[in-house]
């Protein structure tokens, strides 16, 4: 168990110094003068390019060797200096994104969770069911298939425009400002509903393909045969296969999420919902470097964060991960 | 006591059907343990696996069970649930994983006689008394079966199986995944289980007919389906006369080895293909004996009182 | 073979995956020559123009045929699925065959690589890579896909091997003195052909999805049109607020049935490939 969870630690901590090095590198690898690049791609205003071009030299840091411009990236990352967004000058990145955060799990959360309840019950049923099995099957897979972002679009066409049932565009009314009352609350699920109705229905056809082909696939293990000779009923063999069929599932969580983020930073835009993902699309669209990079670490951050949780939940699910990793018993 | 007549059980596939238990008659007594030899491949465990346990793509096509001269309705998979575990059991080949991996023991042991409708609290002597019979601690009824070794999960599945007493135990290949060593004291427990009474009857399937020498009363030799031999231990072991049986035995491998092809290398040539097998005897392509007659079906031979074979080659009193 | 065949004609999921898939292609491959207007960015007729004889699927804001832009669209996406899918496939394969054969140090570092990959989300490392590319065409972008997506291909293609390994033929191979890449390819990969094939499939789907996403965002090719630029516009210009449908929702309609389409084709595969799962 420790080994197992070691593991898994020490390929996070990899992973993110992998990924603080790459966010480091890449602007001082690609062809070309990097600093020349940006100033060049923002040209708006000359005074302000001027002032972009020393700030950028000393945030990179050019003049000084490799080795100390990758230390002192470190220092301010730790520091939580992630920069000054060019695009919502001049704020600091880590300020932006501290607003955009709450959104974006908003999203995020209830969606993969529900998604994941949802879909997984219809795999199951799906899974004992041929007739049922026949039909959903191809919409869900179908469904998986779709974009993200074009789903959204459809529901705001839908749901927004056509039926005109829900706001399309926001977190919340222009004519509001966040504050805890039941009207502000209200209009924000009125703007919540659509984007998360989006994320939510893609991911369901994944969870429940998935269930499903678990689930059939538990049923044809040996253990599920040597109940049948035990002439156990049927009730039974469903819930042990059901139960142990989860369990891959719970690992498929951290495996989806790659793709849920994508999904999320998508639709996000399509409804202009101000998250982590609106923000960097705002970011890329103004060559706001400073912020992509910064919405790079975080996702990558919450990203290792889901996983260590997963990890633990599936710890505490199977039995065989503890004992397996922990050498005797 | 079991009795079967005329059983045939047949794998549908796009081929057609691949007639892996065609037309075997036989019988064990109480307090009898029955050995079955044979190639893998030559319908031994379809036999024993479909007595308890006959679902797709393994299709019934005849022939009769009766366990304790009451007929088992081994192709209604529903009703056969009221024999299951209570009449006949089977220590399955797959024995090492048979337990759910994400159950404790105990547990699992509980849920699935409560499935049955059993209350686990009035077979709690008896279990614990079970586990003691297999050498195996107390403490396994609050372990996952992946703290347990190969060896205690299948004594673990040997204690499930006899928990009810039932009348007949198929015991299917169990000695093919262990080491030489214990090889032994797993058959002797097997055996066990009949001698102290718990099982009235058992069905030993395996390779290695060498084993069989030891524990089994009687033995019946399968060939691609079918029957060739069936005699009391001591009448097989000194005096083989089917020509497939003889075969075999001449070239028993060194004991551990597993593997069916290891066994016969003494053997030339490969067993039929039994997707649509050739008429007449099914072993005539491989047999030194082989005469014109041999393409017709072969007889049955009482060689002497309770041994029988299937042959052309073989007369009365051999 | 006749068998596999024989199955794959029987499987109807499969034909209709096909069938979906290939209509497509030969939209993106003729559509563009049976569309009315050459250039997809061209300025043809008046804007916000409903489908009609004119312009089947309608014009955009600014008067660009709809329908011309789609099919051009579609060529690209059927171009970055088998480039960026085949690149994928590749590295994946030549890493989980390694990984796996190999075993080792080389089998450690290679899976460290990997998990490390697994982790990172591939679309925020493909904006990362995408970002500071001065120029970005379709050719380039598939490349980057084909470069992040590998990983999970690697692992799972890793396992194969693995379970191969251990099977007689390759021992044979490996007594009789054969060098490893021999073995790894005319031993290794034959056996697993179908699996390779399918493999191909999904990273094919989940290529066309990246690049749809990545344009979407403003990462897309610096000119030229895609499906991805085409739904990117259509949201920038309002076309869902306007009720232009016939700009907002076709393109995504496409990648949905596509890749919808390329997943079911897999499923049926998998049936034909592997008899377990046959339906009898």
């Given amino acids: 168990m420790k080994k197992y969870l070691g593991t898994k630690i020490l390929v996070y901590i990899l992973t993110f110094v992998f990924a603080v090095t790459l966010d480091w590198l890449i602007p001082r690898f690609m062809p070309g003068n990097p600093i020349l690049v940006l100033v060049s791609r923002f040209s708006g205003l000359p005074e302000s390019a001027r002032v972009m071009y020393s700030y950028l030299t000393k945030a990179f840091g050019l003049d000084q060797p490799l080795w100390s411009q990758y230390v002192n990236f470190w220092i301010a990352l730790f520091k939580g200096d992630l920069g000054i967004s060019i695009y919502l000058y001049p704020r600091p990145v880590l300020e932006v994104l501290k607003m955009a955060i709450p959104y974006s799990l908003g999203l995020m959360i209830p969606s993969i969770l529900l998604s994941w309840i949802v879909g997984n019950n219809l795999g199951a049923i799906a899974a004992r069911r041929k007739r049922l099995d026949s039909i959903m099957l191809p919409i869900m897979y179908f469904i998986t298939g779709a974009p993200y972002l074009w789903l959204g679009m459809l529901l705001a066409y839908f749901l927004g425009v056509v039926w005109d049932i829900f706001p399309i565009a926001g977190a919340y009314s222009f004519s509001l400002r966040p504050h805890l009352s039941w009207l502000f609350v209200g209009d924000f699920l009125k703007h919540w509903i659509l984007p998360f109705l989006s994320l939510f229905i893609v991911q369901i056809g994944g969870w429940a393909i998935g269930m499903r082909n678990m689930v059939i696939y538990e049923l044809e293990n040996n253990y599920v045969r040597y109940l049948e000779t035990l002439g156990v009923k049927r009730k039974l063999i469903r819930k042990y296969a059901f139960r142990n069929a989860i369990l891959p599932q719970v690992t498929g969580l951290a495996l989806q999420l790659g793709t849920v983020i994508a999904g999320q930073v998508t639709t996000e835009v399509v409804f202009s919902y101000p998250g982590i993902g609106y923000i960097l699309t705002q970011g890329i669209l103004n060559q706001d470097y400073f912020l992509i990079q910064g919405c790079f670490l975080f996702i990558i951050i919450g990203v290792l964060i889901a996983n260590f949780t997963v990890d633990l939940v599936y710890m505490a699910l199977d039995p065989r991960i503890r004992f397996s990793y922990g050498g005797e018993v | 006591m079991l009795e079967v007549e005329g059983l045939k059980l047949y794998y549908k596939t796009l081929k057609g059907h691949v007639k892996a238990v065609d037309d075997v008659s036989f019988d064990v007594n109480d307090g009898e343990l029955l050995g079955l030899a044979g190639e893998s491949g030559c319908g031994k465990s379809t036999l024993g696996n479909g007595l308890i346990l006959l679902k797709p793509p393994m299709n019934y096509f005849g022939g009769m069970v009766q366990l304790d001269h009451t007929q088992l309705p081994i192709d209604d998979f529903e009703r056969m649930n009221d024999f299951r575990f209570s009449k006949l059991s089977i220590i399955p080949q797959y024995a090492m994983d048979a337990l759910n991996p994400t159950r404790k023991i105990g547990v699992y042991i509980r849920e699935v006689l409560q499935s049955r409708g059993i209350d686990p609290e009035s077979i709690m002597d008896k279990l614990l008394e079970r586990l003691k019979f297999v050498n195996l601690p107390e403490r396994v009824l609050k372990m996952y079966p992946i703290e347990l070794s190969g060896g205690m999960k299948q004594r673990m599945v040997m204690v499930m199986s006899t928990l009810l007493n039932p009348s007949l135990l198929i015991a299917d290949e169990v000695t093919s995944a262990l080491d030489v060593s214990s090889q032994k004291a797993v058959c002797l427990m097997i055996k066990g289980f009949k001698d102290a009474g718990i099982v009235k009857s058992l069905i030993f399937i395996t390779h290695d007919i060498s084993v069989l020498y030891q524990i089994a009363d009687r033995i019946m030799i399968m060939y691609a389906g079918k029957v060739a031999e069936i005699g009391k231990t001591q009448q097989i072991a000194s005096n083989p006369v089917h020509p497939y049986t003889k075969m075999l035995m001449f070239s028993l491998p060194e004991v551990g080895i597993r593997y069916a092809h290891g066994i016969l290398s003494g053997i030339p040539g490969q067993p039929p293909q039994l997707l649509n097998p050739p008429t007449g005897c099914l072993f005539k392509e491989r047999c030194p004996l082989r005469g014109k007659e041999c393409d017709e079906e072969p007889p049955v031979v009482n060689v002497e009182e309770g041994h029988i074979a299937y042959c052309w080659k073989v007369t009365q009193n051999a | ?280």
């Fill in chain 3, 1 to 280: 073979m006749s068998e596999i065949m024989f199955f794959a004609f029987r499987n109807a999921k499969l034909r209709m995956g096909l069938i979906i898939v290939l209509f497509f292609l030969l939209l993106g491959i003729f559509g563009p020559m049976i569309s009315k207007y050459q250039d997809p960015l061209d300025y043809v007729g008046q804007g916000y123009q409903p489908p009609s004889k004119e312009h089947w699927l309608g014009t955009t804001t600014f008067g660009q045929d709809v329908f011309t832009q789609l099919v051009y669209g579609i060529r690209s996406s059927f171009f970055v699925g088998l480039v960026g899918g085949g690149i994928a496939t590749i590295i994946g394969l030549v890493i989980g065959f390694l990984a796996g054969y190999e075993g080792g140090w080389l089998d450690e570092l290679l899976m460290m690589l990997t998990n490390i990959l697994l982790v990172i989300p591939t679309l925020a490392l493909l904006i990362i890579v995408a970002a500071y590319l001065p120029y970005r065409g379709v050719f380039i972008q598939s490349i980057i896909i084909g470069l992040t997506a590998w990983p999970w291909t690697a692992r799972a293609v890793r396992s194969q091997t693995l379970s191969l390994r251990t099977r007689e033929f390759v021992n044979l191979a490996r007594i009789s003195g054969r060098s490893h890449m021999k073995i790894i390819l005319y031993e290794v990969l034959p056996n697993m052909m179908s699996y390779v094939f399918m493999v191909f499939i999904l990273q094919f789907g989940g290529a066309i999805l990246a690049a749809v996403g990545l344009d979407f965002i403003g990462l897309g090719p610096s000119r030229g049109i895609s499906i991805g630029l085409m739904l990117q516009n259509a949201v920038l210009w309002n076309a869902i607020q306007l009720g232009m449908w016939w700009w907002a929702i076709p393109p995504g309609l496409v990648i949905t049935l596509v890749v919808g389409a390329l997943y079911f084709m897999n499923v049926g595969l998998d049936e034909v490939f592997n008899p377990r799962l046959r339906e009898m």
